[in-house]
């Protein structure tokens, strides 16, 4: 996994955990923030998300919580969808049909989780929602993978931490 203390690890751990359990018994992930540092966790921030403003709302809450918190450590929960182009032109055939990836086809329902911590580095992880024959939605324990420099709306979310990256 991450370089991590051994608090902080037993910490994220243990809250993939309970996202698992709470996919298992209520079908879906509500948007969860965890900002912590070496010696405990703030209360988990959620929020709904309807749309981009209220991505940019809840990135921003984030942000000041880590501020106020002296975080160390911040990582998003979100249920996404994604898919994967075989190439760069199918890629650009999908961006011109102007529709979302949910509409698709080949789109599969994930859970994304981003680990961006102050002292080593930032991680991705991706897991597949899967329904059982009953219905019930569950997912693997996400495996973090280093992801380097991240742009987008939940990128540099620690206080003072700009890796180039943009925020937009």
């Known amino acids: 996994m991450v370089a991590l203390d051994p608090k902080t690890k037993i910490i994220i751990n243990q809250i993939l955990e309970a996202a698992q359990e709470n996919m298992k018994n209520d079908g879906s992930l509500y948007p969860v923030a965890f900002v912590g540092k070496e010696d405990g966790i703030f209360p988990p921030l959620t929020t709904e998300i309807r749309n981009q403003e209220d991505k940019e709302e809840f990135a921003n809450m984030i942000r000041m919580g880590a501020l106020v918190g002296q975080a160390t450590w911040v990582m998003v929960i979100l249920e996404s969808w994604m898919r994967q182009d075989k190439s760069p032109k199918a890629h650009d055939k999908f961006l011109k049909s102007g529709k979302k990836v949910s509409e698709m086809p080949d789109a599969k329902e994930v859970v994304l989780v981003t680990l961006e911590t102050a002292t080593a580095g930032t991680y991705t992880a991706l897991a597949e929602i899967h329904t059982d024959a009953d219905g019930k939605k569950s997912f693997d324990m996400p495996k973090f993978e ?16 700009s890796d180039g990256a943009s925020n937009a």
């Open 146 to 161: 280093e992801a380097g420099k991240l742009s987008g709306v939940f990128s540099n979310l620690l206080p003072g931490k």
